[in-house]
């Protein structure tokens, strides 16, 4: 049986069969395979199928135990939609590649426990997987078994937040909201707290027509192609020579494709090179590599840098020739990363790179006043296999609040200082990040971030 036959516009008996099976999954923070999934973030992804969300979840399926997958619901976009007979359907590609990739995530999924027990099991994966609304761009007119699942989580006591990630459109998500509203009325400000939404751009309009305008209180997230092209269709105009090496065939094939089992075999190339994968900074921005950009959207990381734009309402920073962008300022590591992963699928745990642990010697926040000398250390940071670890201190300036770049002393080592400038502020931020690089193969790379409040 396909694994999204039991998925229908309208919830049956089979669908809610299937809530009561995932019930002692999803509707408390319990164990998945004996892990508990509490401490990683809950996410929920929507998905219309597009090419570039095909390459998206292969790389999110790799990353899968650092998140607590609340389900996976295929939506429709103002770019693909199934159609309702009375209007054809747009560019619809299905829900078979879905299948394909679950399928061939069972086959590594062995392998990947051994590296990491966090994985979810196929059989969680698969029994979280719904059907939106499909029919029409910006359709949220009826209830599915997409929408209502959304509805169950976020109606759930547990009060940690809830990723909602739009790969397509956000039409499922609105309609769910629209449950909410209109049954649960009472709920909405909680709810409100709980709920984080992640745009890739607006593919459809029901964030603005809808969600904006009854929910001004939820959290958003809306990155703009300046900001998600970096990895999107048209990369290559965006990427420096160096990032570009990480994109093309050779690359791909011989970290990605080639001889890392049937997951990442399934990766889509365009013309033999990378193709797009403009949704995954809606995760990207959510793995825990020490930079704590799911703090603040302001602090920047992996999924990119945003800026308040209007109530809870946040846009990426990106603008041509403003700083360094966002995302590809970490490409090269994030590329890396993604090729340990796959090397996870295949071999063993002692064959393979793991990233280093960055362990601060102080807290992570901290108060000084102008003019006062600092020390910042990593020395108990250590590498699960050994392997010999490059520090660089360095000031961020873009994420904090004194504009002006900061030297530090002896930056390339566990311990550096810097002198709070005598013309900062009170309530000046000052946000300084320690990388940690390995040299294993592919050479990994995680950070620490110090916030400096002057006082």
């Not at 509805?151 to 998500?173: K, M």
Request: charged share 20%.
């Amino acid at each position: 049986m396909k694994i999204l036959q039991h998925c229908r516009l309208n919830p049956g008996r089979i669908g809610r069969g299937i809530v009561l099976v995932m019930g002692v999954c999803a509707f408390v923070m319990v164990q998945v395979n004996g892990v508990a999934a509490e401490g990683r973030p809950r996410v929920i992804v929507t998905t219309d199928g597009e090419g570039d969300d095909q390459c998206s979840m292969v790389r999110f399926l790799l990353y899968a135990n650092d998140f607590d997958v609340q389900g996976i619901v295929i939506t429709s976009s103002k770019h693909h939609w199934k159609g309702d007979g009375a209007t054809a359907g747009y560019k619809w590609l299905g829900t078979d590649w879905l299948d394909g990739q679950l399928n061939a995530y069972a086959q590594v999924y062995p392998q990947l426990k051994q590296h990491d027990p966090a994985y979810p099991s196929p059989d969680y994966l698969k029994s979280n997987v719904y059907m939106g609304n499909i029919l029409l761009e910006g359709d949220m007119r009826e209830v599915t078994s997409g929408s209502e699942h959304i509805v169950r989580i976020l109606l759930q006591s547990d009060s940690t937040p809830v990723w909602l990630q739009a790969w397509g459109g956000p039409n499922t998500i609105a309609r769910a909201l629209k449950t909410i509203q209109e049954q649960h009325p009472e709920r909405m400000a909680e709810v409100s707290k709980k709920a984080r939404i992640f745009l890739i751009a607006q593919q459809d309009q029901t964030y603005t027509d809808y969600i904006q305008k009854e929910w001004p209180g939820i959290t958003t997230l809306w990155s703009d192609y300046n900001s998600y092209g970096g990895l999107s269709y048209r990369w290559y105009n965006f990427q420096t020579d160096e990032m570009l090496r990480y994109f093309e065939s050779d690359w791909l094939m011989s970290n990605i494709l080639e001889k890392h089992g049937p997951l990442t075999a399934l990766y889509p190339l365009k013309k033999g090179k990378y193709r797009s994968e403009g949704d995954s900074p809606t995760f990207l921005h959510l793995i825990n590599t020490g930079l704590r950009s799911h703090e603040n959207p302001a602090w920047g990381g992996w999924g990119g840098r945003f800026k308040p734009y209007e109530g809870m309402l946040w846009r990426s920073v990106d603008q041509e020739g403003v700083e360094p962008h966002s995302i590809l300022r970490w490409v090269i590591e994030i590329q890396n990363d993604w090729a340990a992963r796959a090397d996870w699928c295949v071999k063993k745990f002692e064959q393979t790179n793991h990233p280093p642990r960055v362990v601060l010697d102080h807290d992570a926040d901290l108060t000084a006043r102008p003019g006062q000398h600092l020390s910042l250390g990593a020395k108990a940071t250590r590498d699960p296999d050994g392997d010999a670890l490059d520090f660089q201190w360095w000031h961020y300036a873009a994420a904090g609040t004194y504009g002006k770049v900061l030297v530090l002393e002896k930056p390339a080592s566990t311990e550096c200082s810097v002198v709070v400038p005598e013309d900062a502020r009170p309530g000046d931020t000052l946000h300084f990040v320690c990388t940690v690089t390995d040299d294993g193969a592919p050479p990994l790379t995680r950070y620490a971030r110090v916030v400096i409040t002057v006082d």
